[in-house]
């Protein structure tokens, strides 16, 4: 409802005017050299000014740098695309998703624009002109404007939706299942006893949690591991890093303290990664944790579609490491094919009847497996989507039949 108002304005009732949009597209050069600094400078300086804002972002993400190069993608596709945002429609909801399962208001957003004005101009300096930030300042403004429209519209289904809420609510861990060595799933009930809404499977949740010697909240997605239409939902999480430097924070806390009966924080269900409809063939191709949305993907093709042709390939360093084995081969449809990809397999693994290769998923494989008119949705590790993508596509599947979620902010494969 809100982007039909805002390509309206953008049609010619509050547009930007001529000049703001050949400045902002004439600085895309610029931006494309120094963006990533921009963006490192912009946190530095928002986090300074506004501590409280290190409860809503994931700082092990700012650690690594892949939520500035994230910002500073889109910032710059934004202003290649200023006059006419619509090709970026589905990016930004893709963003609003991940927005609206953090909880960000629309009073977030001038704090935004002002440090990403700020620091425009503290590393472009001269080359900043007045013109060049009064130009950004109501581009800013337009794309802010799009996002609290579309994110308007999420918060109102999130809390409409029968079981529904707005932002956190509590829920209890009602049972703590080990799926392999490294992952543990967690069934969640809301405390107050209420329904759990219902979801498209494929989509996460925002665990919340306050860990005792962190000075911040701690906010995580975690995909939902199940087909919809249970009494709970259940994520699955990997332990990162276990004992290492920088152990993973919010999956190690899950693991070690977060016990059967204890409750946590969560929003409800978010995401653009979703299973279509199609009577078409469906190819999953899942690594290591990477399962989760994709298992409660093939559980709803089961139940809805028993006639769809699937292929499941989960790839895994070994069968220690390789969670819901069972659910996989316990899932029933007249044209179902399983195959497990091992990287480090044991004897005893390679013994599996759906062992098919030690290694990694390539492009042989894939040859070997590829269905015209199939859908591929993939997750895992970033080099095994960079790896695949590549393949799919040099195997000439069109863009749009490839599926793919990152487990943190979203990246250009460079495919
Ligand atoms: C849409 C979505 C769905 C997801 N679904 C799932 C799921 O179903 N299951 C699942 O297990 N995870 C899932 N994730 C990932 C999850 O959200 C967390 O990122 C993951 O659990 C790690 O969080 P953590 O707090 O344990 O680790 P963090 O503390 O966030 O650390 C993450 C990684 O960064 C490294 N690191 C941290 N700090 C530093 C530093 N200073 N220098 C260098 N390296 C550092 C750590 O060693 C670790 O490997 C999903 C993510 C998204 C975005
Ligand atoms: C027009 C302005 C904005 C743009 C272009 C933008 C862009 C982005 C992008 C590209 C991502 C990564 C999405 C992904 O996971 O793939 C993101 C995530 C996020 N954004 Fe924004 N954003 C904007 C405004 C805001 C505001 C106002 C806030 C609140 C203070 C905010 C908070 C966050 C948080 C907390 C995340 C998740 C970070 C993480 O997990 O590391 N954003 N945003």
């Given at each position: 409802m809100y982007l039909k108002y805002f390509f309206k304005k953008k049609r010619g009732l509050v547009m930007l005017s001529e000049k703001t949009i050949d400045i902002v597209k004439s600085t895309v050069p610029v931006l494309e050299e120094y963006g990533t600094t921009i963006t490192k400078t912009f946190y530095k300086n928002m986090f300074a000014a506004h501590p409280e804002l290190l409860n809503i972002f994931n700082q092990a993400n700012q650690e690594q740098g892949r939520q500035q190069t994230a910002?500073?993608?889109?910032?710059?596709?934004?202003?290649?695309?200023?006059?006419?945002?619509?090709?970026?429609?589905?990016?930004?909801?893709?963003?609003?998703?991940?927005?609206?399962?953090?909880?960000?208001?629309?009073?977030?957003?001038?704090?935004?624009g002002e440090h990403l004005l700020g620091a425009i101009k503290e590393v472009l300096g001269d080359a900043a002109t007045d013109d060049i930030i009064?130009?950004?300042?109501?581009?800013?403004?337009?794309?802010?404007?799009?996002?609290?429209?579309?994110?308007?519209?999420?918060?109102?289904?999130?809390?409409?939706?029968?079981?529904?809420?707005?932002?956190?609510?509590?829920?209890?861990?009602?049972?703590?299942?080990?799926?392999?060595?490294?992952?543990?799933?967690?069934?969640?009930?809301?405390?107050?006893?209420?329904?759990?809404?219902?979801?498209?499977?494929?989509q996460y949740i925002t665990v919340r949690v306050k860990i005792p010697g962190e000075p911040y909240l701690l906010n995580r997605q975690y995909s939902l591991s199940v087909a919809p239409g249970q009494e709970y939902f259940r994520i699955s999480v990997k332990k990162e890093a276990e004992g290492q430097t920088h152990e993973g924070r919010v999956s190690n806390y899950l693991h070690k303290s977060v016990q059967i009966g204890d409750t946590i924080e969560i929003t409800a269900p978010a995401g653009e990664f979703t299973l279509d409809k199609k009577e078409t063939p469906v190819v999953f191709l899942a690594a290591g944790?990477?399962?989760?949305?994709?298992?409660?993907?093939?559980?709803?093709?089961?139940?809805?579609?028993?006639?769809?042709?699937?292929?499941?390939?989960?790839?895994?360093?070994?069968?220690?490491?390789?969670?819901?084995?069972?659910?996989?081969?316990?899932?029933?449809?007249?044209?179902?094919?399983l195959s497990f990809v091992y990287a480090n397999p044991t004897e005893a693994d390679e013994q599996h009847p759906y062992f098919v290769k030690k290694g990694y998923v390539d492009q042989e494989l894939l040859t070997n497996t590829l269905k015209s008119d199939a859908d591929y949705y993939i997750c895992g590790p970033v080099p095994f989507m960079q790896a695949v993508v590549h393949a799919l596509k040099e195997l000439g599947v069109q863009e749009e039949k490839i599926h793919f979620e990152f487990f943190g902010p979203a990246m250009q494969l460079g495919a």
């Open positions: 910002l500073s993608n889109t910032v710059i596709a934004a202003a290649k695309y200023i006059d006419n945002l619509a090709v970026i429609v589905p990016v930004v909801k893709q963003i609003a998703q991940k927005h609206r399962s953090l909880a960000v208001k629309p009073e977030h957003y001038p704090i935004v009064n130009a950004w300042g109501e581009a800013y403004g337009a794309i802010a404007d799009a996002f609290i429209g579309i994110e308007r519209d999420m918060y109102t289904v999130a809390t409409e939706q029968e079981g529904g809420w707005l932002d956190y609510k509590d829920f209890t861990v009602t049972d703590k299942v080990q799926e392999s060595d490294v992952i543990t799933s967690f069934y969640l009930r809301p405390a107050d006893g209420n329904k759990v809404p219902t979801y498209l499977p494929g944790v990477g399962i989760t949305p994709l298992l409660s993907m093939v559980q709803t093709v089961s139940a809805e579609q028993p006639k769809r042709a699937v292929q499941f390939i989960q790839a895994v360093n070994n069968g220690a490491e390789q969670a819901f084995k069972n659910e996989l081969t316990n899932i029933h449809l007249q044209d179902y094919s």
